[in-house]
């Protein structure tokens, strides 16, 4: 048995046993003093100290975790000490449904870098911000905050409400406005209000997902499918969003939210949100249901399409190429045009010609689409008119990006149909061109058979034609041949 003469002796023993990494737990640390002997109560100050290091150096992101400040979080990833109660060991491998990750990207955080590289001081204050203050609205609401590769937050929660709470807490931070009363946000204002300018902010979260694994280092770094799927969700808001702020949850977020405020409502916070549903988006082979979360009061104009949005999930879901789809497609726009406050803007058109636009020019589009497709049963045209339609709505500064994202996925696929339609309907109008055209038309559709920009005037015509036979029932034959190749996600990240 050793033994020491004083405490000073078995504490650098201590750590020099945890630096060499022979000491990494606490439980290997009580093992190893055990048969020691030391004068007074030095072993104890040995344990707590050590016990300090092994965190320090071990516990990386979760280095300030303990049961006081953080007790969700404690009963979920740590192995509590039967022995000393406010001490334990992290469980480095994890498979609980109750833990959450919020990752935040500041926009606009580079060029505020390198607008101040000449003025240091600033910059540091900005890295203590970051550091410190950022830390301490996390731990507000229970939850672990990191900063991670300069512009990056990481926060991680024992429950959906938590959260959440804490990532809308930052954001209305950095914005410098108030989304929800906070009894924390006058005094954190304060502290960035004299060097900081308004920051919006990208975040995504996941969590809430049953059985599915979360590993920590032993360098007390996270790694695993939560962590890919936050940072997926929020290259999503970025993407959707590149300016201003969103946030991008999975449906599992959401779930437990709703769960958990049954049982814990936070009124003033709670009522202030509202989730508008995005659909899916997948990535290497794993598809993720995701909402965007609205809890400013000026963005609340989404909700007023939300049920078309809805309808055109559900048609998607239910492979309705036929038709719904691309109704269900026009009304989502319909729908959108119409909460955006009155603009007029010219546009330049890929055949060069300017157009001014208009919140009713866009809906005399629509109808004109609409048109085409349900009483001409033009199809090639339908397309045609939703490609510029397209084309004019993602030149509109203010138009929802998730039903241009959802347009523009959507026309990819009906273009897979189009080129053998077009085939096998080109040689039904060569058959029956005596019955859909006038003589004369006849001779002059031979005629300029060579000259296909004349030649569309008349196609148009023939097509559009209620004589036209069978178009309806081969447009429907053709969607079914192409089915498998019409399968609807939106994809994120590398393929």
Same mark, same amino acid.
């Given at each position: 048995?050793?033994?020491?003469?004083?405490?000073?002796?078995?504490?650098?023993?201590?750590?020099?046993?945890?630096?060499?990494?022979?000491?990494?737990?606490?439980?290997?640390?009580?093992?190893?003093?055990?048969?020691?002997?030391?004068?007074?109560?030095?072993?104890?100050?040995?344990?707590?100290?050590?016990?300090?290091?092994?965190?320090?150096?071990?516990?990386?992101?979760?280095?300030?975790?303990?049961?006081?400040?953080?007790?969700?979080?404690?009963?979920?990833?740590?192995?509590?000490?039967?022995?000393?109660?406010?001490?334990?060991?992290?469980?480095?491998?994890?498979?609980?449904?109750?833990?959450?990750?919020?990752?935040?990207?500041?926009?606009?955080? %580079?060029? =505020?870098? @390198?607008?101040? *590289? /000449? !003025?240091? $001081?600033?910059?540091?204050?900005?890295?203590?911000?970051?550091?410190?203050?950022?830390?301490?609205?996390?731990?507000?609401?229970?939850?672990?905050?990191?900063?991670?590769?300069?512009?990056?937050?990481?926060?991680?929660?024992?429950?959906?409400?938590?959260?959440?709470?804490?990532?809308?807490?930052?954001?209305?931070?950095?914005?410098?406005?108030?989304?929800?009363?906070?009894?924390?946000?006058?005094?954190?204002?304060?502290?960035?209000?004299?060097?900081?300018?308004?920051?919006?902010?990208?975040?995504?979260?996941?969590?809430?997902?049953?059985?599915?694994?979360?590993?920590?280092?032993?360098?007390?770094?996270?790694?695993?499918?939560?962590?890919?799927?936050?940072?997926?969700?929020?290259?999503?808001?970025?993407?959707?969003?590149?300016?201003?702020?969103?946030?991008?949850?999975?449906?599992?977020?959401? %779930?437990? =939210?709703? @769960?958990?405020? *049954? /049982? !814990?409502? $936070?009124?003033?916070?709670?009522?202030?949100?509202?989730?508008?549903?995005?659909?899916?988006?997948?990535?290497?082979?794993?598809?993720?249901?995701?909402?965007?979360?609205?809890?400013?009061?000026?963005?609340?104009?989404?909700?007023?399409?939300?049920?078309?949005?809805?309808?055109?999930?559900?048609?998607?879901?239910?492979?309705?190429?036929?038709?719904?789809?691309?109704?269900?497609?026009?009304?989502?726009?319909?729908?959108?045009?119409?909460?955006?406050?009155?603009?007029?803007?010219?546009?330049?058109?890929?055949?060069?010609?300017?157009?001014?636009?208009?919140?009713?020019?866009?809906?005399?589009?629509?109808?004109?689409?609409?048109?085409?497709?349900?009483?001409?049963?033009?199809?090639?045209?339908?397309?045609?008119?939703?490609?510029?339609?397209?084309?004019?709505?993602?030149?509109?500064?203010?138009?929802?990006?998730?039903?241009?994202?959802?347009?523009?996925?959507?026309?990819?696929?009906?273009?897979?149909?189009?080129?053998?339609?077009?085939?096998?309907?080109?040689?039904?109008?060569?058959?029956?061109?005596?019955?859909?055209?006038?003589?004369?038309?006849?001779?002059?559709?031979?005629?300029?058979?060579?000259?296909?920009?004349?030649?569309?005037?008349?196609?148009?015509?023939?097509?559009?034609?209620?004589?036209?036979?069978?178009?309806?029932?081969?447009?429907?034959?053709?969607?079914?041949?192409?089915?498998?190749?019409?399968?609807?996600?939106?994809?994120?990240?590398?393929?």
């Amino acid at each position: 048995m050793t033994v020491y003469q004083n405490g000073d002796s078995l504490i650098v023993e201590v750590f020099d046993k945890i630096l060499s990494r022979e000491i990494t737990t606490f439980a290997s640390l009580l093992e190893w003093l055990g048969p020691l002997k030391a004068p007074g109560n030095s072993r104890n100050i040995a344990l707590s100290k050590g016990y300090n290091l092994i965190k320090k150096l071990y516990w990386g992101v979760f280095k300030d975790l303990n049961p006081k400040d953080y007790p969700i979080l404690w009963n979920q990833i740590a192995i509590q000490n039967t022995r000393y109660r406010t001490a334990g060991d992290l469980k480095r491998s994890l498979s609980i449904s109750n833990i959450f990750i919020s990752l935040l990207d500041i926009h606009g955080y %580079t060029a =505020f870098c @390198r607008q101040s *590289k /000449k !003025n240091i $001081s600033k910059l540091h204050e900005l890295d203590e911000f970051l550091s410190t203050s950022i830390k301490n609205i996390a731990k507000t609401y229970g939850c672990i905050g990191n900063r991670e590769r300069g512009d990056e937050i990481l926060l991680v929660a024992g429950s959906a409400l938590d959260a959440l709470q804490a990532t809308c807490e930052i954001i209305q931070v950095f914005a410098k406005e108030i989304f929800f009363s906070s009894k924390y946000i006058e005094k954190f204002k304060t502290e960035i209000n004299n060097f900081l300018p308004k920051f919006n902010i990208s975040a995504g979260i996941s969590g809430g997902n049953l059985n599915t694994p979360m590993i920590i280092t032993q360098k007390g770094e996270i790694s695993g499918f939560l962590l890919n799927v936050a940072a997926r969700l929020q290259s999503r808001a970025n993407k959707l969003s590149p300016k201003a702020t969103k946030v991008i949850i999975a449906k599992t977020v959401q %779930t437990s =939210f709703e @769960r958990e405020v *049954k /049982k !814990n409502h $936070s009124p003033d916070f709670t009522s202030s949100l509202a989730f508008l549903d995005n659909g899916q988006i997948t990535f290497k082979g794993t598809s993720i249901a995701n909402l965007e979360v609205i809890f400013k009061q000026k963005n609340k104009f989404k909700l007023n399409y939300e049920s078309a949005l809805a309808e055109l999930l559900t048609s998607l879901k239910r492979n309705s190429w036929k038709d719904r789809i691309l109704m269900d497609l026009l009304q989502l726009i319909s729908k959108v045009n119409k909460t955006l406050p009155s603009f007029s803007l010219k546009v330049i058109l890929p055949s060069l010609n300017d157009k001014t636009v208009t919140n009713d020019i866009i809906r005399q589009k629509i109808n004109v689409i609409k048109n085409l497709f349900t009483i001409h049963e033009d199809y090639i045209g339908t397309l045609e008119r939703l490609q510029e339609l397209i084309y004019i709505l993602k030149k509109i500064p203010d138009f929802e990006p998730l039903a241009i994202e959802y347009a523009t996925e959507i026309i990819k696929r009906y273009e897979i149909v189009i080129p053998d339609f077009k085939h096998d309907l080109d040689k039904i109008i060569e058959e029956n061109k005596s019955i859909l055209l006038s003589p004369d038309e006849v001779k002059v559709y031979d005629y300029l058979i060579k000259n296909q920009k004349a030649l569309t005037v008349l196609i148009n015509k023939t097509r559009r034609s209620p004589n036209l036979p069978k178009k309806r029932m081969l447009w429907h034959t053709h969607i079914e041949m192409k089915k498998n190749q019409l399968d609807f996600s939106l994809f994120s990240g590398k393929q």
